[in-house]
T-cell receptor, first 111, second 113 residues
Framework: EPEVTQTPSHQVTQMGQEVILRCVPI?????FYWYRQILGQKVEFLVS????????KSEIFDDQFSVERPDGSNFTLKIRSTKLEDSAMYFC?????????FGQGTRLTVV | AQSVTQPDIHITVSEGASLELRCNYS??????LFWYVQSPGQGLQLLLK??????LVQGIKGFEAEFKRSQSSFNLRKPSVHWSDAAEYFC???????????FGAGTRLFVKA
């Protein structure tokens, strides 16, 4: 069964550093998403991406965040200058016409 | 506004007892509805989904959910809980066709022997 894959599973970074979280969506999907879950809290929408541009973003998705689909298969989330409060599990998802399929997440720890 | 409410932050049931987790939603159009389960430190596993048709849907691990449009509810049920069901359960709405998925705050299930 096709699945969304995310790498790395866990990343530790120093405050102020840039990080790139990587995702390989399901190959025939058209819509791509990033979500965030701070420890012990609910899953929050960050951004959706379609046809090589952002289609919707939440208020969390400020100028320090960016997304890209660099090569037609990968979908990345970049955090430019990480803060302690960016520590969270980040989920990538992709969809076509029905439900979104979620990856297993990248746990980002900012120290 | 689109939202999902899970009124119970946590629930404790005895192993072998029945379970019902509540979920209410607010959504402008006909919703796609989902239940996910998450073990500590793990990803999201889809238990079941409702798009249309029969309002009682069956999922994995013996779970079922019933869509009630008049009550804007999508409650999750299981007739007999196992200790391995202890986890966090998230109800969600939307998703698909480019629409974002909106999650509830979750209900943590504890199972006692």
């Amino acid at each position: 069964e096709p699945e969304v894959t995310q790498t790395p599973s866990h990343q530790v970074t120093q405050m102020g550093q840039e990080v790139i979280l990587r995702c390989v969506p399901i190959s025939n999907h058209l819509y791509f998403y990033w979500y965030r879950q701070i420890l012990g809290q609910k899953v929050e929408f960050l951004v959706s991406f379609y046809n090589n541009e952002i289609s919707e973003k939440s208020e969390i998705f400020d100028d320090q965040f960016s997304v890209e689909r660099p090569d037609g298969s990968n979908f990345t989330l970049k955090i430019r200058s990480t803060k302690l409060e960016d520590s969270a599990m980040y989920f990538c998802a992709s969809s076509w016409y029905t439900e979104a399929f979620f990856g297993q997440g990248t746990r980002l720890t900012v120290v | 506004a689109q939202s999902v409410t899970q009124p119970d932050i946590h629930i404790t049931v005895s192993e072998g007892a029945s379970l019902e987790l509540r979920c209410n939603y607010s959504y402008g159009a006909t919703p796609y509805l989902f239940w996910y389960v998450q073990s500590p430190g793990q990803g999201l596993q889809l238990l079941l989904k409702y798009f249309s048709g029969d309002t009682l849907v069956q999922g994995i691990k013996g779970f079922e959910a019933e869509f009630k449009r008049s009550q804007s509810s999508f409650n999750l049920r299981k007739p007999s809980v196992h200790w391995s069901d202890a986890a966090e359960y998230f109800c969600a709405v939307g998703g698909g066709g480019g629409f974002k998925t909106i999650f509830g705050a979750g209900t943590r299930l504890f199972v006692k022997a």
